[in-house]
T-cell receptor, first 112, second 114 residues
């Protein structure tokens, strides 16, 4: 069953704006990961944050993790049209033996 | 990170037939994972393929429908058997090189059953 729930389910912004996407999960995790998928193709790993970390940066991406609220957020700064894609959070929950469980996904549209 | 070659990239198949999807990894990995992504949906894990042992299937997926082979540490196949239109999905393989690293995914196989 799916572990993560993202919101919003769809987001449309203007190029240059920031995009914030949220993810909630249900049980204790080892780590949480964010992926991007373009046009129903393969997924690209964006960033991983461990359960003992609170914030992580990678280029224009910033991820936070609040284990007390069982939630994470992905911030994309200065968005570009090329950021248009579906974004998924995925968790490895404790005891899951490396199995990655995906949320429902967020569709991001960045208007030029 | 690993590089995965997955094929075919897409296929249109008649109901009742079977399709075998292949994933080749450029390095040895212990575990490979097979996912299904139904239209407009998220990814659902079908099974975990370990070299030298039977695949471990998730609830709702059975070996007769989705037989998996894992002959060595760089290769795996997933067969979708006796297909029906409900099997129309994107199928993806995935690997992880090390703990606390992200997973690498194949480019996916878009299957349409008519």
């Amino acid at each position: 069953s799916q572990q993560g729930e993202e919101d919003p389910q769809a987001l449309s912004i203007q190029e240059g704006e920031n995009a914030t996407m949220n993810c909630s999960y249900k049980t204790s995790i080892n780590n949480l990961q964010w992926y991007r998928q373009n046009s129903g193709r393969g997924l690209v790993h964006l960033i991983l944050i461990r359960s003992n970390e609170r914030e992580k940066h990678s280029g224009r991406l910033r991820v936070t993790l609040d284990t007390s609220k069982k939630s994470s957020s992905l911030l994309i700064t200065a968005s570009r049209a090329a950021d248009t894609a579906s974004y998924f959070c995925a968790t490895i929950y404790t005891g899951a033996n490396s199995k990655l469980t995906f949320g429902k996904g967020i569709t991001l549209s960045v208007r030029p | 990170s690993a590089v995965i070659s997955q094929k075919p990239s897409r296929d249109i198949c008649q109901r009742g037939t079977s399709l075998t999807i292949q994933c080749q990894v450029d390095s040895q990995v212990t575990m490979m994972f097979w996912y299904r992504q139904q239209p407009g949906q998220s990814l659902t894990l079908i099974a975990t393929a370990n070299q030298g042992s039977e695949a471990t299937y998730e609830s709702g997926f059975v070996i007769d429908k989705f037989p998996i082979s894992r002959p060595n540490l760089t290769f795996s196949t997933l067969t979708v058997s006796n297909m029906s239109p409900e099997d129309s999905s994107i199928y993806l393989c995935s690997v992880r090189k090390e703990a606390n690293y992200g997973y690498t995914f194949g480019s996916g196989t878009r299957l349409t059953v008519v």
